[in-house]
């Protein structure tokens, strides 16, 4: 067992809150209607749910009101930028440091968890209700607030409920959980209402500021072919990070997230061997996909190199992209890069069992990205 403190989860500061309060009235009959396990526990957290669903839906025809027409005539500035890469890859890092380019835009949490209203709503309730929100994410130590950059998952989980997020309050639920991970799986009907939800989401945050979009879903890793469709032109960016640090971290992450999320009892752990064929799933759809993508629309990005030299990267990933603006990003980022090396990662203990098995079972991730097996003590203690 390794010398390192393990980190235990946090205590929850999002009180009854939870990405559910931001659905409409029909997201929330499609949620009840997949049966989610209800608590007692959470009896706060469900009581929300329908004055939540009536203030969201009240909002939502507002804002049509007041700006459906300018919605649907707002076109991207340019395609947006895609992170890739699987949940804790690195991907929030990377969102950050492109957020950081005042030439990009990204949506923000207070986007992501009211996607129906957030033009006519924003300035005002985000700083009334910006003592609500926790200093940190409950997963690790990155800064939340309202206005910090955030997944466009979560805004689609929101709208369509056709989401992976579902595990949040499905945590073993896995055929739920799949069901919405592959659009190109779904019904037409429901595809339809994906992308819909998509195009609306880019209009809207374009519509309130005018750049190129920089989106970050760990999601969208399965969904290259779609976004391609939709997106001609588009950039990507994937992120890989060592094979057992990933599957590590993605246990303390469902375990945190439907603690915080869920409607039912906290789960008890019991994700290792999902989180391997997830990750096994996500990497063959990246290898099968990534050449679909047009020759100098694809930056390949290694997490350890990213963190250690993020100006050297960043540089990197503009030039292989044809980015503009670099001086720029160098200006707004230089600033960050001492604070960056002060951020305190999570720490877990390697099992020696799992670290074996992870090794044996992602054994083509471990050679297609270059990390080497582990070492032969943690395989013989296993």
Known sequence: MSEEKKTKPKRSSQGPFSIWHGMKISGLYN????????????????????PMALYNSTMAAVESLLYGRRIRETEPVAP????LGFWRSGTTLLHNLMD????????????????????????????????????????????VGWDVAQEDEVALCVMTQLSPYLMVTFPYQFEIIRRYIDIEAISEQDRQRWCSALDTLIRKVTLRTPKQLVLKSPSHTFRIQTLLKMY??????????????????????????????????????????????????????????????????????????????PLGQMNRIYEQLSLQNVDAMRAAIEPQVEELKKYKKNKFDRDPHWVKEVYQ??????????????????IEAA
């Open 80 to 83: 947006p930028i895609f992170i």
């Open 361 to 378: 079972r992602c054994r083509a991730a471990y050679d297609e990205f270059g990390y080497p097996p582990p070492n032969d003590g943690q």
């Open 232 to 309: 001609p032109g588009a950039k990507f960016i994937y992120i890989y990070r060592d094979p057992f640090d990933v599957f590590n971290s993605n246990c303390h992450l469902r375990q945190t997230m439907a603690t915080e999320n869920t409607l039912g009892e906290n789960p008890k752990g019991g994700f290792e061997d999902d989180v391997i064929k997830w990750y096994n799933e996500g990497f063959t759809s990246y290898q099968t996909n990534k050449w679909s993508i047009p020759e100098g629309d694809l930056c390949e990005v290694k997490y350890e190199e990213l963190a250690a030299d």
């Open 31 to 50: 949620l009840m209607k997949l049966g989610p396990q209800l608590s007692w526990t959470k009896a706060g957290r469900i009581a929300l749910l329908p």
């Open 100 to 143: 950081s380019d005042p030439q990009f835009t990204t949506t923000t949490l207070y986007q992501t968890v009211f996607p129906w209203h957030f033009l006519t709503t924003q300035t005002v309730a985000s700083r009334l209700t910006a003592a609500f929100i926790p200093e940190s994410r409950p997963m690790d130590n990155v800064r």
